[in-house]
């Protein structure tokens, strides 16, 4: 009797389990692969989702001898300010001449940031690495951990556009801030989240202000502005914007025009201009005008007297180093001599100044006292938001042939050169580490 063979595939069963085994690696390598998350889903989460759980257990300072109390801070354009008193009161310049130093857990590295008097001198957000960061203030020499009296999770502000992409930063201050990875404090220690994320198509970058057809709600009345022989207001601030706008568009930035060429609008209320840029959470808000005087014959800008004028002076210098010309005003080792401070006013009673020109009171929110006078009452909603950087750019002296010809001559430099020392001022386009990724 023939005996009959097996079949091969029972003659080498390790050889079956082998493949069996290898089949199953592969689709779980496949299935991992297919799982990870993908660019969009990081840039989804938050700072401490992103982050190896062991990185912060073993680099995250859980004890601290020194400590320092803030009770306030606000955002002007890019920068983050800290008050160690309600802003607004004379306790706050205690803070001046002090350090802020911000750790990043994960590197160690630390970054230092002079506190000044003026509201653009702080943290320049723009300027960060993603990651989390500790807070900490140089006192007399001593490093201290900054906390806070209360717990709280700031709104989100997000950075300029920069290589498509956007910096996300939250403040946060709570003992269970890090509750989840077994870390708890008995004070509000303060930590600074920054994500690189993905822009939002309604958050714009900078708003642009023609001036001219203002419409004044106290009077009810339409003010065109400065038409002469020469130059019609509106009209060519209104085209002068659209040329600066073009500029800083074809460097990537969102930008919004705070009126339509023909419209009248006011300054006050949330359909107002300055409206239009907190609605769309813009950092910049730059305002042109054309002025009237008897010596003066070219450019200047004004910035608010709450600030060094750190914007503007970067304009002025992007002028000069354009052989374009500005007038020579001010003498001081502050401003550039083509800046010029708000003037100033105050209300009856108060010892406070406040700027006099509404597109650098009414813009910065909380930082330059928006919506606090009484005429501007329409701006309460916007008081204690984040503040848009602001100056008023003088385009030329409408009373002056020779000033207006200049202006007519050159203003297409002149709206590339603001648009080149916006993107300078604010880093846009530099080849940074996280811009590249």
């Known amino acids: 009797m023939t005996k009959r063979k097996l079949h091969s ?9 082998a493949i069996v085994v290898v089949i199953s690696l592969i689709s779980a390598a496949l299935f991992l692969y297919m799982s990870r998350p993908t660019d969009i889903d990081r840039l989804q989460m938050t700072v401490l989702e992103k982050m190896d759980s062991d990185v912060i257990e073993d680099n995250v300072k859980k004890g601290f001898t020194e400590t320092f109390e803030i009770q306030d801070y606000g955002i002007y354009g890019q920068t983050l300010s800290f008050y160690q008193g309600k802003y607004g009161q004379k306790k706050t310049d205690s803070l001046i001449g002090t350090m802020v130093v911000l750790r990043n857990v994960e590197t160690k590295k630390e ?16 300027t960060l690495d993603p990651g989390l960061y500790e807070i900490y203030i140089y006192e007399n020499y001593e ?3 900054v906390y806070f009296e209360d717990s709280f999770d700031s709104e989100t502000f997000s950075t300029m556009r920069n290589d498509k992409h956007v910096k996300d930063i939250t403040l946060h201050a709570s003992k269970e801030y890090l509750s989840d990875f077994g870390i708890s404090y008995k004070l509000n220690y303060a930590f600074l989240e920054v994500n690189e994320n993905i822009p939002q198509v309604k958050v714009a970058d900078v708003v642009l202000d023609p001036g001219g057809n203002i419409y004044n709600e106290f009077s009810m009345q ?4 400065i038409i002469t022989d020469w130059i019609n207001e509106p009209q060519e601030t209104s085209s002068f914007a659209v040329l600066v706008q073009k500029e800083l568009e074809s460097r990537g930035l969102k930008v919004l025009l705070t009126r339509e060429a023909d419209d009248f609008d006011s300054y006050y209320g949330s359909s107002s201009r300055v409206g239009v840029g907190y609605k769309a959470k813009a950092k910049a808000f730059i305002s042109f005008e054309v002025y009237e005087d008897d010596e ?3 450019p200047y800008i004004l910035t608010s007297n709450y600030t060094k004028g750190l914007l503007a002076n970067e304009i002025a210098y992007a002028f000069r180093s354009q052989d374009l010309k500005m007038a020579s005003i001010t003498s001081n080792s502050v401003q550039n001599s083509a800046v010029v401070i708000d003037p100033g006013q105050s209300e009856e009673g108060q010892d406070r100044v406040y700027d006099v020109y509404p597109q650098l009171r009414e813009t910065g929110g909380k930082q330059t006292f928006t919506g606090v006078l009484e005429n501007s009452s329409a701006n309460q909603g916007y008081k204690d938001v984040f503040g848009m950087e602001s100056i008023v750019f003088m385009l030329a002296n409408g009373s002056n042939e020779e000033s207006v010809q200049y202006y007519q001559k050159n203003k297409e430099q002149m709206a590339k050169t603001i648009a080149d020392a916006i993107c300078d001022y604010y880093g846009i386009g530099e080849n940074s580490e996280t811009a590249s990724q």
């Open 9 to 17: 595939r029972f003659k080498h069963p390790r050889m079956i389990i």
């Open 111 to 126: 970054l230092g940031f002079a506190i000044g008097e003026s509201i653009d001198s702080g943290i320049q957000l723009g």
């Open 143 to 145: 490093k201290k951990r």
């Open 222 to 225: 339409n003010e065109p502005g």
């Open 296 to 298: 003066l014959q070219y």
